[in-house]
Structure formats: structure tokens, C-alpha cells
């Protein structure tokens, strides 16, 4: 799938200095966007726990907002086939990172306007946010969130 698809198939646009007939790349492995980390569930599930009484949400071909950058920016958005994935934010980290659970059957998507797309390849993965070490002297900001 090249971001001009990706973009045409869901509506969402992105900026023109990208390469819109460049080929979506498809990882099974971590990879980052902007703010985002997308972490296989093997990686983490020793960490995390699912609740008891998971709802999964059905990932439409329209795709569901993860997360609205900084400042109620622009969205990432997880995207797919209908019937090939879905999502749920009913999971405990105890880093308080996570923003939930994709189970896909068949490549996903997340797009952002700014990053373009990237592909998730089938598999379980944990979408968190992305933390950075601060600079500032103070101990109790010692980590920041990543905003983009």
C-alpha cells in the first residue's frame, strides 16, 4: 500500500512535502510515530494485564483515533480492513504509558498527518505512549511525555 492509498482509503490527508507514492513499510517488530510506540505483546505481556471483562471495538476502514497530539493537533489514527482488527483500552501498565491493544488478523495502518503511515504487520501490540528523560533538575519531572 503506498500513503496516497492509505490516504484515499480513509480521508485522512497529509502534507505535501510527502512522498505520497512512496510504499508503506509493514513492521512485526517495535516501531515509533511521533508520540506513539507500537510494541509487540510479547515484549510486555510479563508487564501488562488485560482486565476481566475485555471490549474489543472492531477497528472500522475509516480507522479509530489512538491519540490527538499536543494541543488537540492532529490525530494518529489506526486504520484496517473491516473484520481484520480490533482494539481495546481495557488494560492495566503500570506505567500508565499505555493506550491500549491491537489483535489484528491482516496488516493495520496507523497514519498521522505529519508522519504519514506506517504499516503493523498481524500480531498482538501494545500502542503506548512515548516517554523522554527530562533535562530539568527537579525529581519529580524527571520523565515527559513526548508531544508532537
Not at 32 to 42: K, N, S
Request: aromatic share 6%; net charge negative; proline share 6%.
Amino acid at each position: 500500500m503506498t500513503l496516497a492509498d492509505l490516504t484515499d482509503l480513509t480521508g485522512l490527508d497529509v502534507p505535501d512535502h510527502l512522498e505520497r507514492q512512496v510504499t508503506i513499510p509493514v513492521v512485526d517488530g517495535l516501531q515509533a510515530q511521533g508520540d506513539l510506540i507500537v510494541i509487540p505483546y510479547a515484549f510486555v505481556e510479563h508487564s501488562v494485564s488485560q482486565q476481566s471483562f475485555v471490549r474489543w471495538q472492531d477497528v472500522p476502514a475509516g480507522g479509530i483515533e489512538l491519540l490527538r497530539s499536543a494541543a488537540g493537533g492532529n490525530p494518529h489514527s489506526l486504520v484496517a480492513d473491516p473484520g481484520t482488527c480490533r482494539f481495546t483500552n481495557s488494560l492495566y501498565d503500570p506505567t500508565r504509558l499505555a493506550i491500549g491493544v491491537i489483535d489484528t488478523k491482516a496488516v493495520a495502518y496507523l497514519i498521522h498527518p505529519e508522519h504519514g503511515g506506517t504499516g503493523i504487520a498481524p500480531g498482538r501490540y501494545v500502542i503506548r505512549r512515548q516517554r523522554e528523560r527530562s533535562t530539568e533538575r527537579r525529581a519529580w519531572s524527571a520523565n515527559r511525555m513526548i508531544a508532537d
